[in-house]
């Protein structure tokens, strides 16, 4: 079976420009969550779904991000214009979890990896 | 708030040393799972077990074990003869079902780097 899928797996962009990270999640998989990982700050949820609707963006860093889910099986995020301080490693997670149950195991995807110049 | 922390920041072992890895938590809620993923030098994280508040038997696998202690909020990773093929970075993460108020999602420790050399 297919894992969770995210393209590009490397991205290089000069600040202010729009970039847009694609994620495919596990089929079957209802529950989908963007991460971001930095040296200074870890692992940081940044916004999940649940059967495509979010349900936490508590964790977006500012207007600049924007996710979006128009189905099941791909979701985005978008930032525009990107900043240096935005270089990191973005990963798409997946699970099969239902939204007021928890707990389930979330499978990670391989990373984007983004540096913002 | 829920919190994790791995207060080894890096360790290093020879080859078929045994090694501990430490996880602490802190939860207020009764029901919460815990997790261990391993990132290995390219970069995936890769999902090494899950575990429920209820269950506190020790759980083995091949050269990994895992000991979870609520009176200590602790759950510790050891690997057993280890390889140089353990090396990576290890996370321990807290999740709560979001009925009790938190949210579903994961909560990850900073990380402890192990290297293994031969």
């Known amino acids: 079976d297919a894992g969770v899928i995210q393209s590009p797996r490397h991205e290089v962009t000069e600040m202010g420009q729009e970039v847009t990270l694609r994620c495919k999640p596990i089929s079957g998989h209802n529950s989908l969550f963007w991460y971001r990982q930095t040296m200074m700050r870890g692992l940081e949820l940044l916004i999940y779904f649940n059967n495509n609707v979010p349900i936490d963006d508590s964790g977006m860093p500012e207007d600049r991000f924007s996710a979006k889910m128009p189905n099941a099986s791909f979701s985005t995020l978008k930032i525009q214009p990107s900043e240096p301080r935005d270089s990191a490693v973005y990963f798409c997670?997946?699970?099969?979890?239902?939204?007021?149950?928890?707990?389930?195991?979330?499978?990670f995807g391989p990373g984007t990896r983004l540096l913002v110049l | 708030a829920q919190k994790v922390t791995q207060a080894q920041t890096e360790i290093s072992v020879v080859e078929k040393e045994d090694v501990t890895l430490d996880c602490v938590y802190e939860?207020?809620?009764?029901?919460?799972?815990l997790f261990w993923y391993k990132q290995p030098p390219s970069g995936e994280l890769v999902f090494l077990i899950r575990r429920n508040s209820f269950d506190e038997q020790n759980e083995i696998s091949g050269r990994y074990s895992w000991n979870f202690q609520k009176s200590t909020s602790s759950f510790n990773f050891t690997i057993t003869a280890s390889q140089v093929v353990d090396s990576a970075v290890y996370f321990c993460?807290?999740?709560?079902?979001?009925?009790?108020?938190?949210?579903?999602?994961?909560?990850f420790g900073k990380g402890t780097k192990l290297t293994v050399n031969p």
């Open positions: 997670a997946s699970s099969a979890g239902t939204s007021g149950v928890g707990g389930e195991t979330q499978y």
């Open positions: 993460a807290l999740s709560e079902p979001p009925l009790q108020g938190g949210s579903e999602k994961l909560v």
């Open positions: 939860t207020r809620d009764t029901t919460y799972y």
